[in-house]
Every structure is written in structure tokens, then in C-alpha cells.
């Protein structure tokens, strides 16, 4: 099946840093991935949406500036979290969509990363 | 916008017993359905999935109808085990089109003991 690998799965960073996580597509092509905040109760909070070549899409209320979407080929796309402080601490987690296929929407998630920031 | 409203649980069961997560939608035209589960320390997994009205998607065990008519996709197994303890999510997509993102429900979780 299609594989979505995130890495890290854990950071640790210190507030004022940044940290980038990547997430790659290891199978199959992803023209579109998702990238997604999980929230202590669970809920999933769909934050932006990265085209390949393009600029990502934000949804309402998620700060561009602050979490930095690049998706620069068919198997990558990187969220950067800039100038992290104590609330960005949170689970995000990558999905994509095998491009190609049938368009059923399902869409391949990654194991998710875990950011703590101090 | 489409949104997702699910039971939120914790829902806690002893093996065998029925189990039902209840999930409504609200959508403009025909999204598709899902339901994801997370097992413990695990990412997403797609569990079922209904395109249209009236599809049932089923796996291992767990079955769920597209009900256009109460705008509902309950999630269902006959005989859940110890091993099905996870948090489930009800999912469609975020417009009509199939290829955009998906909404999530706040997601169940669920305990089976034995």
C-alpha cells in the first residue's frame, strides 16, 4: 500500500527556533498533500493544503508566516514552524493523495511528529 | 463549510459485545465518507470508506452505510475485540470533489476489555 513517512517523529526545541518536518511519499506520487494538527483531545485540524510547485493553501486561522509550507517535488513537502513557542507544542501529522488514481479521496497519513517546545 | 459530529466516547465495551459509533455530516452535494482508525501509538489507517448514497463500507469486521437521508455513517461491528481498541475518526471530504482534504470528527475512543 501506500507509505507516507514523517521524520522527525519526535523534536525537542528550545522557544525562538525553528524546526522543519518533512514528509515524504515513499511509493507513489503525492501532487497534493495535507498537513494536519492534532490536538490533546484528538481532534484533527486540517491546517494547510501543499501543491507541488505551488504555494500552499491555508485554512482560516492558520498563521502562513508562522507555519511554512513547501512542497517541492512529487514526494516531499516540509512544514516549518517559525520561531516555535510553548503553544505550537503539538502532534502535526502529513497526508497525501496517490496521484493518478481513482479519485475516491482517500488520502495515506504519516505516523505523525510530536513537537515539544520548551 | 462540511463538518463532521461524532460521539466522542470514551466508549468502553467487554470483547464481544456489539459496538455502534454514531457520525453525522453536514455537507452541500455528495462528499465521500470515511472512517480512520488510530491505534495506539500508531498513524491513521483508513478502516472504510462510502463514495455515494446507500454504498456500506466494510473491513475486518466493521461496517458503515452512507445514509444521505439522515445524513449519517455509523460505524458498526457485531463483535468487537481487545485488539479493535483504538480512536476512530468519521471523515469526509472537505467539498465535493474528491481530491481535497478531509474533515475529521474529534474522533471515539474506544476500550474493549476482556
Known amino acids: 500500500g501506500a507509505v507516507v513517512s514523517q521524520h522527525p517523529s519526535r523534536v525537542i526545541c528550545k522557544s525562538g527556533t525553528s524546526v522543519k518536518i518533512e514528509c515524504r511519499s515513499l511509493?507513489?506520487?503525492?501532487?497534493?498533500m495535507f498537513w494536519y494538527r492534532q490536538f490533546p483531545k484528538k481532534s484533527l485540524m486540517l491546517m494547510a493544503t501543499?501543491?507541488?510547485?505551488?504555494?500552499?493553501?491555508?485554512e482560516q486561522g492558520v498563521e502562513k508566516d508562522k507555519f511554512l509550507i513547501n512542497h517541492a517535488s512529487l514526494t516531499l513537502s516540509t512544514l516549518t514552524v517559525t520561531s516555535a513557542h510553548p503553544e505550537d507544542s503539538s502532534f502535526y501529522i502529513c497526508?497525501?493523495?496517490?496521484?493518478?488514481?481513482?479519485?475516491?479521496?482517500?488520502?495515506?497519513f504519516g505516523e505523525g511528529s510530536r513537537l515539544t517546545v520548551l | 463549510g462540511n463538518s463532521v459530529t461524532q460521539m466522542e466516547g470514551p466508549v468502553t465495551l467487554s470483547e464481544e459485545a456489539f459496538l455502534t459509533i454514531n457520525c453525522t455530516y453536514t455537507?452541500?452535494?455528495?462528499?465521500?465518507l470515511f472512517w480512520y482508525v488510530q491505534y495506539p501509538g500508531e498513524g491513521l489507517q483508513l478502516l472504510l470508506k462510502?463514495?455515494?448514497?446507500?454504498d456500506k463500507g466494510s473491513n475486518k469486521g466493521f461496517e458503515a452505510t452512507y445514509r444521505k437521508e439522515t445524513t449519517s455513517f455509523h460505524l458498526e461491528k457485531g463483535s468487537v475485540q481487545v485488539s479493535d481498541s483504538a480512536v476512530y475518526f468519521c471523515?469526509?471530504?472537505?467539498?465535493?470533489?474528491?481530491?481535497?482534504?478531509?474533515?475529521f470528527g474529534k474522533g471515539t475512543t474506544l476500550s474493549v476489555s476482556s
Open positions: 471523515a469526509l471530504t472537505k467539498a465535493n470533489q474528491a481530491g481535497t482534504a478531509l474533515i
Open positions: 497526508s497525501a493523495r496517490v496521484t493518478g488514481l481513482a479519485n475516491t479521496g482517500e488520502l495515506f
Open positions: 511509493d507513489f506520487q503525492a501532487t497534493t
Open positions: 455537507a452541500t452535494g455528495y462528499p465521500s
Open positions: 501543499s501543491n507541488e510547485g505551488s504555494k500552499a493553501t491555508y
Open positions: 462510502a463514495t455515494k448514497a446507500d
